[in-house]
């Protein structure tokens, strides 16, 4: 039976629904960013918890490490087909605790069954080498093996995704996992844990995941702290990660950061414009601005400028006539998260228009209750203004002149971050250069097609303060690895690597 103290039924109802037991009860409420209602009330996990979650890792990191890489593969493909059957009533929570619509947070379920079809396969795929010895009858090999417990710390805005990319990798790779996911999205994390806990359970790996829903302190440093995580696997904003990474590297830990994205779009003088559009507008607005790799700033041919600022104000136009519900099928964009991101996005609209900015459609917060505010287009002169080097986490679109791709190309790389990057272009030779050493300086790079919205195959992550971590397909999964260079000799002699002659025989006199 659902936890009797949880205030919204619809609560209760959804976890039976994804049939999962509902989160252990407490004192943190979980606030509906549509309605500012409070949604349920759970336990945060203080020092004694973390300290207790660090030791679940550590014995199911003991059992884990002995099952066969294909098996626990399989484990991730079983635990995959769960989230697959549970896809619609968990896009519903996902929707309703972190607000973003219900066709994005049906796609980020689905990011989720990707992600372990993807481990599943690398589970049978995943190899180190052989390498030339240069020392007659030696084999050199590379050999990878389980890491550990790592330490997943998660951002509100993909409750689900993004500790799946991390985890179905890290599981087939053989290490456990404690889950640190956002204040705002504890029940997402609950949910999606409760669907991998008796899958592994049944293969006798006990705490594959173990949440521990700790504030920023005492309790996450001190997990941040504590060695017995070779990994921390941080994802937000880059304040998050400047607290972070010190603490880690102190230690001589490893992180991978995933940390905070001001992407640029670039619209050239050729390029298709109802295709540009259509990617910015998504990039833009997806998720309430609410991305990592969401479109901040659009830089766009001169000569083109005034005829993108019209399409992109038609857009917009329409977008804003479906804000609202997160859960009502029309809807495209839902809430902020929170009172202090539509303050933040005021500030940033305020301090925009004082820079020289000119909005064109949007600008306001909504009436509440719920923290809606209208997707924003502002226009800005040629050079740009200073707040486009701030990532604020709403939909600002920046949309700037630019006199040619060099221009556009210093543009996008003059930002602190190096996430994502687009441009759209039909010239085969622009393309080049925005791909090039001397191009886009961002993880990713992509033509034709926007900023945000990335597939599991490849690496995800960015570079500068965004991190330099890499997340989900490619072999980002060396990252939850340690990797072992083993020498065998069946030489029957001791030749010594770079020919050295140490002349000492060890025989009996
Ligand atoms: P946030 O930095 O406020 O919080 C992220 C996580 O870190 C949460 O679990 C939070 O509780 C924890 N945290 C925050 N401050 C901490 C501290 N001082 N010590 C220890 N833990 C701390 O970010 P958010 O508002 O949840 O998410 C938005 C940010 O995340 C944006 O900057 C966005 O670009 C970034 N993000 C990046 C990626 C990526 O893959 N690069 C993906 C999603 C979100």
Redesign the pocket.
């Known amino acids: 039976m659902p936890d009797a103290t949880h205030t919204d039924p619809w609560i209760a109802a959804t976890f039976e629904e994804i049939g999962v037991p509902p989160p252990p009860s407490g004192d943190l409420a979980v606030v509906d960013p549509a309605t500012e209602t409070v949604l349920a009330r759970v336990a945060a996990a203080d020092l004694a918890a973390c300290d207790a979650a660090a030791a679940t890792a550590c014995e199911a990191f003991g059992a884990l490490r002995r099952l066969p890489i294909p098996e626990r593969g399989q484990l991730v493909r079983t635990f995959g087909d769960r989230v697959r059957a549970a896809k619609e009533p968990l896009a519903r929570l996902v929707a309703r605790e972190m607000g973003k619509c219900i066709a994005e947070a049906r796609g980020e379920v689905q990011e989720v069954v990707d992600i372990c079809d993807f481990a599943c396969g690398l589970s049978r795929s995943l190899a180190g080498r052989v390498l030339p010895s240069e020392r007659p009858g030696h084999t050199m090999l590379e050999a990878w093996h389980p890491l550990g417990p790592v330490l997943c710390?998660?951002?509100?805005?993909?409750p689900v995704a993004?500790f799946a990319w991390n985890a179905a990798i890290g599981w087939v790779c053989g290490d456990s996992f404690v889950w640190?996911?956002?204040?705002?999205t504890p029940l997402s994390a609950y949910a999606l844990a409760g669907l991998a806990a008796p899958v592994f359970e049944e293969a006798g790996v006990f705490g594959a995941v173990t949440v521990a829903v700790a504030p920023?302190?005492p309790g996450?440093?001190a997990l941040?702290e504590d060695d017995r995580f070779p990994l921390v696997s941080?994802?937000?904003?880059?304040?998050?990660g400047r607290?972070?990474a010190p603490k880690v590297a102190a230690r001589l830990g490893r992180t991978i950061l995933?940390?905070?994205?001001n992407n640029a779009a670039i619209i050239d003088e050729t390029a298709d414009l109802d295709l540009a559009v259509r990617a910015v507008v998504f990039g833009a607005v997806g998720t309430a601005g609410q991305r990592?790799t969401t479109t901040r700033r659009l830089y766009v041919h001169a000569s083109r400028y005034d005829e993108v600022l019209a399409r992109l104000r038609a857009a917009y136009e329409q977008v804003i006539e479906r804000i609202g519900d997160p859960l009502d099928e029309k809807i495209l964009v839902g809430p902020l998260v929170d009172g202090r991101a539509v303050e933040r996005f005021e500030t940033a609209v305020a301090t925009a228009r004082a820079q020289g900015g000119s909005v064109v459609v949007g600008g306001r917060r909504r009436p509440g209750p719920g923290h809606f505010v209208e997707p924003t287009l502002v226009a800005v002169p040629g050079g740009g203004i200073d707040i486009m080097a701030e990532?604020t986490?709403a939909p600002i679109l920046y949309v700037a002149p630019v006199a040619d791709l060099d221009e556009a190309i210093a543009a996008n790389n003059a930002v602190e971050q190096g996430?994502s990057s687009a441009l759209f272009t039909r010239d085969v030779g622009a393309m080049g250069r925005f791909l090039s050493a001397e191009g886009s300086d961002c993880g990713i790079a992509n033509v034709n097609t926007g900023t945000s919205g990335a597939e599991v195959g490849g690496a995800?992550?960015?570079e500068k303060a965004?991190g330099g971590g890499r997340e989900a397909g490619s072999d980002a999964w060396k990252a939850y690895m340690r990797r072992q260079t083993c020498v065998v000799n069946a030489s029957g002699t001791l030749p010594l690597a770079q020919g050295i002659d140490w002349g000492v025989a060890g025989d009996p006199p």
């Open positions: 710390i998660t951002a509100f805005n993909f993004v640190k996911p956002s204040l705002h920023p302190t996450t440093l941040v941080a994802t937000g904003s880059c304040a998050m607290v972070v995933e940390l905070g994205g990592c990532e986490f996430l995800f992550g960015g965004t």
